[in-house]
């Protein structure tokens, strides 16, 4: 099963997430956008699949822009 990839247009928006990934204990790591995803910025977060609707909940209150990739 392929691992949930967040996306992001600005780095500023990448290292935010990754920050609140740390603060909420959501285990991730960085990886490279995929180029399929047509993301602005090449820094992506992949999470566990059970993981993403919560974290994508939490970006979107911490007013982080994402996108969810699921390639």
Do not use: Y
Not at 2 to 10: E, H, K, M, Y
Not at 34 to 56: K, Q
């Amino acid at each position: 099963m392929n691992r949930p990839i967040f996306t992001f247009d600005t780095t500023h928006h990448a290292l935010w997430a990754e920050e609140i990934a740390k603060e909420f204990e959501i285990p991730h790591e960085i990886v490279p956008a995929p180029p399929e995803s047509n993301a602005r910025c090449d820094i992506a977060i992949e999470t566990l699949p059970d993981d993403a609707d919560g974290f994508s909940r939490i970006l979107g209150e911490q007013g982080v822009e994402h996108r969810l990739f699921a390639g």
